[in-house]
């Protein structure tokens, strides 16, 4: 009964969208209240969810998109993007830009969270489409897609250390086996299904509101060098890949720990990397503190219409949650005599496409599946955590708060986000499953 209720909630809420054009963040919410109380919720607890779901999105995602569209700001404004992008098209050349943006994607994404790499590099995307007239599609979506796959598959995101704890896996091991699985994974659903989906899609133009991020055909000489632009981009990402080594290599009782957590965090990775942005792409440029500050004022309105659909979809996800779809999802699917690893991966993609989550399917998946496999010979649990970690990227539609973000940043109407974005997220899921598969056999 829940499952058909959840399927009734995510079919109206395609049709109050795409039919009748309702306004996303206004549906999501009309959406999460027929779910919750068509699934019996007591009305104090819809509210609830609702509340922390949203909440619990915002607190986090806020942060991101408002620190990281201050930096991409910057970068545009300095002339780096552009710099970075001609660098891209010299170097692989304007046929092969999208591979370039898919290799940059997956070196990015290991240690940073998938809307801190889509902040971080798409006004990258934005300046190669507009320099080169490829479709926005074309260069964009190999970007998604190698932020899709680390964030699904690599540690050290934070589902995919979890569901090693779980399985008790070996973090080394698990590594090495993501990237050999992830590369292939990552050509599939980004360059190649990019270079089909762009010939069968309107060439889309950059979002109005982002438009301000497109600044080319600056000399040389009124750009920053490559190197500091790198840097600067590459800024949080190191400081969170020294958090991460601070997790495997120290104790958790010293400072030195305790610093390199805090400086590696998320927020404060990107903070510092802006301040940075302020010095590398603003003074240096010979750009006036009151110039700076009203760059970063112009960045943020444009992010008010985004955060709210996001939130949105937060608490529509918590309400999917709270109602016990998961639940019902893992009696269901733990009762199938399956391959380990095709188990673990079914699991976690029926969680993922009931409550949109793909940390809460991952997380719950490989808890489902670990006490099942602990005493099966010759499962290997590093290839079980991948499996967890690819099953928990299938289908994002509608109760994920990427969808929405995907949509919002490439200016796609919702059909049109479930054939591109929701096809590669599929794509990139099952060619995962494909790979773990084939390597089980020689590991």
Known sequence: MLLGIAVVSVFLLLIMITRFKMNPFVTLMIVSVFMGVAAGMPFNKIVDAIQAGMGNTLGFIALVLGLGTMLGKMLEESGG??????????????KKVHWAM?????????????QVG????????????????????????PLVAGLSTVHGLVPPHPAAMAAVDIFHADIGKTIFYSIIVGLPTACIS???????????????????????????????????????TVLTI????????????ADLTMSKTTYMYTLLKFLGSPFMS??????FAFVTFGFARSFKMEQISKFCDQSLPAMAGILMVIGAGGAFNK?????????????????????????????????????????????????????IVVNLPGVSKELLVLAVGSGSLVASHVNDAGFWIVKEYFGMTVPQTLKTWTVLETILSVSALVFILLLSQVV
């Not at 898919?102 to 998938?114: R, S």
């Not at 989906?197 to 109005?208: A, F, H, Q, Y």
């Open 270 to 275: 990107l903070l510092i990397a802006l301040l």
């Open 81 to 94: 993007a552009e710099r970075v992008a001609k660098t891209l098209i010299n170097a692989f050349g304007e």
């Open 319 to 371: 309400v999917l949650l709270e109602s016990g779809v998961g639940t019902e999802i893992a009696k269901m699917a733990s009762s199938m005599n399956l391959n380990p690893i095709v188990m673990g991966w079914t699991i976690a993609a029926m969680i993922r496409v009931a409550t949109g989550s793909a940390t809460v399917s991952m997380m719950a998946a490989a808890g489902i599946v670990a006490p």
């Open 102 to 114: 898919m290799i940059v994607a997956f070196i990015v994404g290991i240690p940073v969270f998938f």
């Open 190 to 228: 980004g360059p190649m299904f990019a270079t089909f989906i762009s010939k069968r899609m309107p060439n889309l133009p950059v979002p109005e509101v982002f438009i301000d991020q497109v600044k080319a055909g600056r000399r040389d000489e009124d750009m920053p060098g490559f190197g500091i």
């Open 118 to 141: 889509l902040v971080l590099l798409i006004p990258l995307v934005f300046t190669i489409a507009k320099e080169t007239g490829i479709s926005l599609l074309k260069v964009g979506l």
């Open 234 to 245: 590459m800024m949080p990402v190191i400081l969170m890949m020294l958090g991460t080594v």
